[in-house]
């Protein structure tokens, strides 16, 4: 299973744009990177995933190296209202079973 | 409001008691899942429900059940409580395994 390292904790300021790197050594050829956000008292909310290259949505973008061995999450120009725990999951399935790993999170505090 | 309801909200249960924690979602996704959430640390799969009709252990089974009912609700039991099952527990489902998930806003249990 490919285990996941991200940043503990960031702070940034608003209207600055926040890259958060997560690192996955041994992702397999099946898995996917998704990220999800986390206020607190609630369930984590879906970003955005990715298998390879960039995508993009509405409200972030992902980029990952041709090697997929870590993976950035960039948020444009942050608000206050985008302080959270952002978490990377790198997730496989096969006719192994279904087999997923969040990483311990970043808290993103944005700043005034 | 479409989405993925859990119930309770919050439960103290004795060391030795027994409960069903219940999800429902109603967006015809396929695929459901638990999480557990402790402090500061990122989500643990507990069992997984690719497809209605089958369910599978994720990474921390141990002491608990699942059911499947049908499309919509996936429970969680707890057949005899213990301190180390105090956490914040999440359902979610997707339309499919490794699409993003929907989650519910946790129900918070406490053994004592």
């Known amino acids: 299973l490919a285990k996941t390292t991200q940043p503990i904790s960031m702070d940034s300021y608003e209207g600055q744009e926040v890259n958060i790197t997560c690192s996955h050594n041994n992702i397999a050829t099946n898995d996917y990177i998704t990220w999800y956000q986390q206020f607190p008292s609630q369930g984590p909310r879906f970003i955005i995933q990715g298998y390879k290259t960039k995508v993009t949505n509405e409200v972030a973008s992902l980029f990952i190296p041709a090697d997929r061995k870590s993976s950035t999450l960039s948020l444009p120009r942050v608000s206050l209202s985008d302080t959270a725990v952002y978490y990377c999951l790198v997730g496989e399935s096969n006719t192994g079973g279904f087999k997923t790993i969040f990483g311990a999170g970043t808290r993103l505090f944005v700043k005034a | 409001n479409a989405g993925v309801t859990q119930t309770p909200k919050f439960q103290v249960l004795k060391t030795g008691q027994s409960m069903t924690l219940q999800c429902a979602q109603d967006?015809?996704?396929?695929?459901m899942y638990w999480y557990r959430q402790d402090p500061g640390m990122g989500l643990r799969l507990i069992y997984y429900?690719?497809?209605?009709?089958?369910?599978d252990k994720g990474e921390v089974p141990n002491g608990y059940n699942v059911s499947r009912l049908n499309k919509r609700e996936f429970s969680l039991r707890l057949e005899s409580a213990a301190p180390s099952q105090t956490s914040v527990y999440f359902c979610?489902?997707?339309?499919?395994?490794?699409?993003?998930?929907?989650f519910g806003s946790g129900t918070r249990l406490t053994v004592v």
């Open positions: 967006m015809n996704h396929n695929s």
């Open positions: 429900s690719a497809s209605e009709g089958t369910t």
């Open positions: 979610a489902s997707s339309e499919r395994q490794l699409a993003g998930y929907t």
